[in-house]
């Protein structure tokens, strides 16, 4: 359903991703792929980027004293990469994103783990100030190659419902 390719005229296909407010349904799961390996240049890049300045991020020989014994990947990048992993499943139509909360960082992410994520719809309603869109509520589950859940967090998104997406619009 993410991914669907229409016929817009003779010979002629166009691809469109994500969900409408409508193809949402309390209970589903959608698993995102492909997962994403992170490496070490992109943690040292999101560390500098962001101006996190925790050497346990950077500095391998204060991390070796740590309890983890190497650098962890900063947490935000985590979250990050999560959140991209599920925007073609989840919000690809979304008008606004309504906010996160729970964010619970459960394991630690070191430079070569892949993640994989999911996310399950929790709920769902009809905007009350917009009747174009729908509210939808989502749970993103994060794991790595080892099947460890290292992150989970709720989120809302405002979705467009069928005919009101920003690409809905473009005649091009």
Excluded at 145 to 171: H, M, P
Aim: charge should be negative; proline fraction near 3%.
């Amino acid at each position: 359903m993410t991914h669907i390719i229409e016929s817009i005229g003779p010979h002629r296909y166009r691809e469109s991703f994500g969900r409408y407010y409508e193809d949402f349904v309390v209970g589903d799961i959608y698993e995102h792929r492909p997962g994403r390996t992170i490496s070490e240049t992109d943690n040292t890049w999101f560390t500098l980027l962001t101006m996190n300045t925790h050497p346990l991020h950077f500095d391998a020989e204060y991390a070796k004293a740590s309890e983890y014994g190497r650098c962890i990947v900063c947490s935000p990048l985590t979250l990050a990469i999560l959140v991209g992993m599920s925007v073609t499943d989840v919000s690809q139509k979304a008008v606004a994103n309504m906010g996160w909360r729970e964010i619970n960082m459960t394991a630690p992410v070191f430079a070569g783990d892949t993640l994989y994520g999911e996310s399950e719809v929790l709920n769902k309603r009809e905007s009350k100030s917009r009747n174009n869109a729908g509210l939808v509520t989502i749970r993103t589950l994060g794991k790595n190659q080892e099947g460890i859940f290292v992150c989970n967090f709720e989120s809302t998104i405002l979705v467009a419902k069928r005919g009101y997406a920003v690409e809905d619009k473009i005649k091009i």
